[in-house]
């Protein structure tokens, strides 16, 4: 350690010299701690359990990793599925909206149809429809 370290510590170079083994340390009364182990044994061990610790941590990480990895493919897939539907959707809902206006167009013409007096121009109409009904059935069953 460096003496101006030793100094901002408060302790001495005798302090220092002498920590390791001497039982007078100024920092745990002795040269052992509450566990019956010298300062560079408990130093050695806690060093190790923090190594295995910050390893278990480091796997963990890992795996949560990965699984955010995951986790943003499948987004992106739910992301690329879903622009997918919404244009199908678009394309049916254009399609439906020709549908509607051409049912429109047929029911008006339907209507003006009905509302015609001429009884003569809707008998004729049903008497084709007949006529077409039964030549389907001919060609269907010949």
């Known amino acids: 350690?460096?003496?101006?370290?030793?100094?901002?510590?408060?302790?001495?170079?005798?302090?220092?010299?002498?920590?390791?083994?001497?039982?007078s340390s100024k920092w745990g009364g002795g040269a052992s701690n509450s566990s019956?182990?010298?300062?560079?044994?408990?130093?050695t061990s806690e060093r190790s359990q923090q190594g295995a610790?910050?390893?278990?941590?480091?796997?963990m990480l890992?795996?949560?990793?990965?699984h955010v990895v995951q986790l943003n493919a499948m987004g992106t897939e739910i992301g690329?599925?879903?622009?997918?539907?919404?244009?199908?959707?678009?394309?049916?809902?254009g399609e439906l909206t020709k549908t509607q206006q051409r049912m429109e167009k047929v029911i008006g013409k339907m209507q003006d149809l009905l509302q015609t007096s001429n009884n003569g121009t809707l008998c004729l109409i049903v008497v084709l429809v007949i006529i077409a009904a039964v030549e389907f059935l001919l060609i269907m069953y010949t």
């Open 1 to 23: 350690m460096t003496q101006d370290k030793q100094s901002l510590l408060g302790i001495g170079r005798n302090d220092v010299e002498g920590s390791e083994g001497s039982s």
């Open 36 to 43: 019956g182990l010298s300062n560079s044994e408990f130093l």
């Open 80 to 93: 690329t599925e879903l622009d997918d539907q919404k244009r199908l959707l678009e394309d049916f809902d």
């Open 62 to 66: 890992d795996v949560l990793s990965s």
């Open 53 to 59: 610790l910050m390893e278990k941590q480091d796997e």
